[in-house]
């Protein structure tokens, strides 16, 4: 969809954002994506929603002053905020005043330039170095002085005596290179501060130099679990800012691809989780069953993982002529699976005990911190956007968002598994019934999108996935930022892993179910 | 039922025709060491294999097969490559403590590992306080952990030893008073006489009826503790401290606690069918005369092997079924659980002993 | 010249047959005595046979690696199921993913952490050349930059079929090698002399200290 945003000055922005906090009830920040507009200057655009009505409402806020550029900060109206003023801070470099926390996040402390600003050359300034990463106990703070010019304030991270155990990058259950700095006493979790960016692939500036076809090549190695998804978002906000319409067969094609990839990726999840707490006979269960969904996968697409399937217009081939018999097998022997997994661990009186009431998320909680997907339904919050502004073929399918109310561990497990059950049912009442028609529509050799900006989204298999796209009319993206899904995710460990025992940090990280890759981009 | 001391016997009075006494000893003592080692590799080989192809079993999968007929060679590949592995000294380290800790490992399972009955007469260590000896000695092996974590100066280590010590501490207990429970059946803490008395009288687990039987399940329970495996393998907790304890150790330091840790297991498993399932005895069915002397013929070792590889398959089973517990949950387990059931099983059992209610 | 068995794939059908003649002569230039050989012909099969791999993964190829270590593709077959956390226990390190800058220096780290005789198999395109992210400015051009690779395995992500090739033909190389003489891969090591010589800076450091 086209945004329409509003501009605020930056100096009467905290003002406006908190009005609009308690007045039009907005307490989701959607997205928040850092701007290099040339000229202008940087910004940032906030896109907002509200939990009770659906209403959005999008900002935009540009400093002219490219020299050093601030803009107040809203970590303190969203929570969420936080992180992304920070990602915003380590690519573009605007400093957001008061934020307690500016330090870079993707980004080695020693980094120099801002990568996404549009006259950087990151590679020139920045060769391999090979000493360690540099991680500071103390972090700044920026303020506005009375003149003008800004104040620095030390903030601490750590103290000094902390016992500082660093979970990562090589560590089996942090589910790629994902660092925690973890303090304990004694085994208890004092504080998790999240250090990321050991996969950061400059995917985002990648993509303002690639046409648009190249681009969707990058988006399957992101959330590698989510490969279908998250090309989907993607053909879909270029394909909705071309106004081109796909035809009913590749809707459903697209529908019944993104619930396989669904249902794969809580397979993974479930068995991981299991290999994290330590029962690995059910960890190889469940990659038995993935490796049917996988089956479906390559005969229709040629790829395992990296499917690269949706294109703009269309599917990249039209189906398999045995993908409707072997979904069609599938689905009993996933039903199948499904009773053993819970036969096997669900039920489990060890497996029980480490999940029930283990790091509690609240409503208010998950959406102050953005998580969305399972995470976010586990602690009552609807949000699910099949439901909510259902795309695709999802408005003619019946099936249930799955929610729960107790915001534990236990519960954020039922949710992807229950999922599997509600992706099987919309799987089958599509599977009959694809209509005819065309798998791709004709495009232009060359495709351009009109200028403008555009942001759309898709239910991922852990959260809402959203591209944001801001295009000048070239045969290039002038700009594409992608919601992740992880990052909110990542963002909560510290909230809800404190007080819990190290061992809880495994279990409350294997059911937040966060991909690095995706996190990092 | 062959009787191994007339080949001991045997053996020590060709000794004395040749050298005086005390070479006799010497020489006898450095056979037996020999013997001691050689079974210890040879066990742990044996196990690791089995443990490979039981969990490929369990998981659907096959297990080892290339190297060798049925991946029979696999763990001799192992060991090959373990011997000549780098073993990394670290700077900032303890040396000596970090050097020192394998040897206390495994020296502590290799003593316990003596104290088995193999056959009848074929006992390395028996004294008439064997049960206690074993207590003792098994628990030499924590001193080894904590030695391994303190020593490596690493932070995951640190933590493994410590879980390490405070479960192995806790569990001694349950696995002291069970002990104590059959002790106070068979009336001897001689090992020999234990399962001497069963071969006589009846399996102690029938024998002591229900008592034993909960004693019998206390154990498996604390056993399996003990040997640091899953789902108590805290210590180690790959998916939390990366491998625990031993994370810092490379080569054939390494390759110690792997040891150690498969020789508990079986160690664990030969003690419990030693008190329990009556050791190298042969099952007995009283009035069946024909059953019991096809039973007797089964020669002891047989009947020993068989019963500890069936204790060793339940804890192997047991491992790659249930996740892993929490520290919080393992310690409430022993000490709400499971202590106060041994000590009430422990007074049950004086009372049968007592009223003479066993069989 | 010797040629490696390895079971159920015959010489023949192994692809790049030329570069592992060319590695096996290097190796053999001086000759080697007839005990000692035989010798390293035990311990190779064993090391061959015994290749403990590092859980290292940094993307989508890691997930194909656990493909390859669940019941379908069963590394176990080859005795390489005993994944290692610990870099200390483990024999070879499949770097499977992107490699960027920031983790440059840990996987190096990893890498030394490891007891000798250690192997690199580089998995997918990005840690052969940086694949499809070589226009990025934050991701390392391959992993030979870094450390020394033994065996590179192409795709995106390979098949675990490939990750089970990529492994025989590692054990082809861990064949012949010469374990009592040298195998002069040491050399390889792209930052060798650096890091031993900021290693040096940190033992005077510390000795001042």
Same mark, same amino acid.
């Given at each position: ?70 803009? +107040? ?28 926390? =500016? ?48 104040? *620095? ?9 902390? @016992? ?25 979790? /004092? ?9 950061? #692939? ?25 490969? $279908? ?21 590749? *809707?459903?094609?697209?529908?019944? $691809? ?28 469940? !990659? ?50 499904? /009773? ?84 099987? /049912? ?8 694809? +209509? ?28 809402? !996935? ?31 892993? #404190? ?23 | ?48 294999? =089995? ?12 297990? +080892? ?61 028996? !004294? ?51 002990? &104590?429970? =059959? ?111 096809? $039973? ?64 | ?12 059908? !192994? ?38 791999? &590092? ?31 610990? +870099? ?13 800058? /920031? ?6 780290? &990893? @890498? ?52 089970? @090739? ?44």
């Amino acid at each position: 969809m086209v945004l329409d945003y509003q501009i605020i000055a930056p100096a009467d922005l905290h003002q406006e954002m908190l009005r609009l906090r308690a007045e039009k009830g907005m307490d989701f920040l959607v997205n928040l994506t850092g701007m290099d507009w040339g000229e202008e200057g940087f910004g940032v655009v906030y896109q907002l929603e509200s939990t009770q009505t659906g209403e959005q409402i999008n900002i935009k806020a540009i400093c002219a002053d490219r020299e050093n550029p601030t803009l +107040p900060t809203v970590s303190d109206i969203w929570d969420i905020a936080n992180i992304y003023e920070r990602e915003v801070y380590d690519f573009l470099g605007i400093i957001f005043t008061g934020h307690p926390d =500016m330090r870079r996040i993707y980004l080695r402390e020693d980094w120099v330039g801002y990568p996404l600003r549009k006259d950087d050359k990151p590679e020139e300034q920045n060769p391999l170095r090979m000493d360690a990463v540099p991680l500071s106990d103390e972090t700044v703070c920026y303020e506005m002085g009375e003149d003008g010019k800004l104040v *620095k304030r030390k903030n601490v991270i750590f103290e000094q005596d902390d @016992y500082v155990v660093n979970m990562g990058p090589q560590h089996p259950s942090t589910h790629g290179v994902l660092h925690f700095r973890v303090a304990l006493e004694g085994e208890r979790i /004092k504080k998790v501060d999240p250090v990321l960016g050991y996969i950061h #692939r400059g995917i985002e500036k990648m993509n303002e130099s690639m046409t648009y076809p190249q681009t969707l090549a990058l988006t399957d190695r992101m959330d590698y679990l989510g490969a $279908m998804q998250n090309r989907h978002a993607l053909c879909k906000v270029i394909e909705e800012a071309m106004g081109v319409e796909v035809s009913d067969r590749v *809707k459903v094609i697209r529908t019944i $691809m993104d619930e396989l990839q669904r249902i794969d990726s809580h397979i993974l999840f479930f068995s991981c989780l299991c290999q994290d707490l330590g029962a690995t006979t059910a960890f190889l269960y469940g !990659f038995r069953d993935r490796e049917k969904v996988l089956d479906i996968f390559e005969e229709t697409c040629g790829g395992r993982l990296i499917l690269n399937y949706n294109t703009i217009g269309g599917v990249q081939a039209d189906l398999h002529p045995n993908f409707v018999r072997r979904v069609k097998e599938f689905i009993p022997v996933m039903r199948k699976g499904l /009773k053993e997994y819970n036969d096997i661990f669900t039920g489990n009186v060890i497996a029980r005990n480490r999940m029930e009431g283990v790091g509690i998320l609240t409503k208010d909680q998950v959406i102050a911190m953005g998580c969305t997907g399972g995470t976010g339904r586990a602690s009552g919050w609807h949000n699910d956007l099949r439901k909510l502004r259902p795309y695709d073929a999802y408005d003619r399918v019946d099936f249930k968002e799955i929610t729960f109310e107790k915001g534990d561990s236990f519960a954020r497990y039922m949710v992807r598994l229950l999922e599997i059950e509600e992706s099987l /049912k919309i799987i089958e009442q599509l599977i009959d019934n694809i +209509p005819e028609g065309s798998y791709q529509e004709k495009m232009k050799p060359i495709i351009k999108v009109p200028e403008g900006t555009y942001y759309s989204a898709v239910e991922g298999s852990r959260g809402q !996935f959203g591209v944001f796209l801001e295009s000048r009319g070239d045969k290039f993206p002038y700009r594409i930022h992608y919601r992740s899904t992880g990052l909110p995710l990542v963002y909560a460990m510290d909230t809800v892993c #404190r007080g819990n025992l190290i061992a809880d940090l495994v279990t409350i990280g294997g059911t937040l179910d966060y991909v690095v890759p995706d996190i990092d981009r | 039922m062959f009787d191994f001391s007339v080949i001991s016997q045997w053996l020590h009075n060709l000794l004395l025709s040749i050298v005086p006494e005390w070479a006799a000893i010497l020489i006898e003592s450095v056979l037996v060491a020999l013997v001691i080692i050689t079974l210890y590799a040879v066990f742990a080989i044996v196990l690791i294999y =089995m443990e490979r192809k039981i969990c490929g079993f369990f998981q659907c999968r096959l297990g +080892p097969n290339r190297v060798g007929k049925w991946g029979l060679l696999q763990v001799f590949a192992d060991v090959f490559k373990m011997l000549q592995k780098e073993i990394i000294k670290m700077r900032q380290t303890d040396r000596f403590l970090h050097d020192l800790a394998p040897f206390f490992v495994v020296t502590a399972s290799m003593l316990t590992f003596a104290c088995l009955p193999w056959n009848k007469g074929a006992h390395m260590i028996d !004294f008439n306080i064997g049960i206690f000896f074993i207590l003792a000695v098994s628990s030499v092996g924590v001193v080894g952990i904590l030695l391994a974590g303190w020593g490596s100066n690493s932070k995951y280590p640190l933590i493994g030893a410590m879980r390490s010590g405070a479960q192995i501490i806790s569990y001694e207990l349950s696995i002291g008073l069970t002990m &104590l429970t =059959m002790i106070c059946l068979t009336g001897t803490m001689q090992i020999s006489e234990i399962v001497e008395q069963q071969a006589a009288e009846g399996w102690n687990i029938f024998r002591g009826h229900v008592p034993a039987l909960i004693a019998f399940v206390i154990y498996l329970i604390a056993g399996n503790a003990e040997c640091n495996r899953g789902p108590f393998d805290l210590p180690e907790a790959e998916s939390e401290l990366t491998a625990g304890y031993h994370t810092e150790y490379s080569g054939m330091h390494f390759g110690y606690f792997y040891l150690a840790e498969y020789l508990n297991l079986f160690i664990a498993a030969g003690i419990a069918s030693t008190i329990f399932l009556g050791g190298w005895a042969p099952l007995h069915i009283a009035g069946l005369d024909g059953f019991n002397g096809v $039973m007797d013929a089964i020669p002891g070792i047989v009947w020993f092997l068989g019963k500890t590889f069936f204790v060793v398959f339940l804890f192997m089973w047991e491992r790659w079924t249930l996740p892993r517990l929490r520290i919080d949950n393992i310690l409430s387990l022993e000490w709400k659980y499971l202590m106060p059931i041994s000590m009430a099983n422990l007074v049950l059992m004086a009372l049968v002993v007592a009223f003479k209610l066993y069989l | 010249m010797k040629k490696p068995k390895i079971k159920s794939i015959p010489y023949e059908e !192994f692809n790049d047959n030329e570069t592992f003649e060319s590695l096996v002569q290097k190796l053999n230039e001086n000759g080697v005595n007839i005990v000692v050989k035989s010798l390293d012909d035990l311990f190779d099969w064993g090391r061959s046979n015994s290749l403990w791999p &590092l859980t290292f993964a940094t993307s989508c190829c890691g997930i194909e690696f656990m493909a390859v270590c669940a019941a379908r593709y069963d590394i176990a077959r080859f005795g390489f199921e005993v994944t290692r956390n610990s +870099p200390r226990h483990a024999d070879v390190i499949l770097v499977s993913g992107t490699i960027v800058k /920031k983790m440059a220096p840990v996987l190096k780290r &990893l @890498y030394d952490q490891m007891a000798d005789p250690k192997y690199v198999i580089a998995i997918g395109g990005c840690s052969i050349s940086g694949g499809p992210f070589r226009k990025s400015y934050h991701v390392v051009m391959g992993v030979d930059e870094i450390i020394p690779v033994d065996v590179y395995v192409p795709g995106c992500p390979p098949r675990p079929e490939a990750f089970l @090739y990529g492994m025989m033909q590692l054990q082809r190389i861990v064949k012949v090698e010469n374990f009592f003489g040298t195998t002069n891969r040491k050399e390889r090591d792209p930052f060798k002399k650096e890091y031993e010589e900021r290693s040096e800076k940190i033992l005077a450091s510390q000795e001042e200290a």
